[in-house]
């Protein structure tokens, strides 16, 4: 692991309501901006002992304007920062961290596919997630990833795609202006957040297969 990327601080971090879980996170995470990529581990499902989802912070897109040299000259009403929420979405199992490449968009969506799609039960909760960030009850058991772990999952990272594509520092009520940039600066605010995913899920329930909803909707 880079030497930037050593997580040297972990916290413990259990949201008050989900109705204002933008606003909570933007709060817990906005004192650590500066330091460095990934160095500080929010454990958000679960206990420091047995984690199931940490966030780590400041996530790579997170970009100081001012530094990188994209304000010359800054101003009352500048955003000196981009991306300033986001964070980097670490699973667990058991207490083990999971490695990025066991759950890709590709995989979970295949997941859903080849084993998810067909249960009505768990389509509804994926359509509580998608509206309210809350899973109300279990899940049913499924061939597959575990159902519990698959929903939190993609909480977390459709809330990372809301503050990445949707959401302004006003939408959050952050006291710090940020704007929404790719990495060569082009504006991505207002964009669909969750909802490119959640239409990728709507496409597979209706038969679909990934391969084609790959080319309808392009996730990454």
Known sequence: MPEE???????????????????????????????????VEFIVEGTKDRPTIGIRYPGRKALNRVRAGR????RANSAEWANLFDFLVI?????????????????????FQDNKRK???????IEEL?????ISKEPPK??????????????????????????????VNSHIRYVL?????????????RGKFYAALILLKHNFNFDVVKKIIPLY
């Open 119 to 125: 249960s009505e039960e768990f389509w509804e909760l």
């Open 142 to 171: 499924l061939p597959g990833i575990d159902s519990k772990l698959y929903l939190l999952v993609l909480k977390w990272i459709w809330i990372q795609e809301d503050f990445n594509y949707k959401l302004g520092w006003q939408d």
């Open 181 to 193: 940039e790719t990495r060569t600066g082009t504006s991505t605010s207002k964009g669909a957040g």
């Open 130 to 134: 998608y509206k309210h960030n809350t």
């Open 71 to 74: 304000i010359k000259k800054v």
């Open 91 to 111: 699973p667990y199992v058991s207490g083990k961290e999971l490695t990025q490449g066991e759950f890709t968009f590709e995989k979970i969506l295949r997941d």
């Open 5 to 39: 990327n050593k997580i040297d601080t972990v916290i413990e971090l259990k949201i008050k309501s989900p109705k204002n879980i933008y606003h909570e996170l933007a709060v817990a995470l906005e004192p650590y901006k500066e330091r460095p990529t990934c160095s």
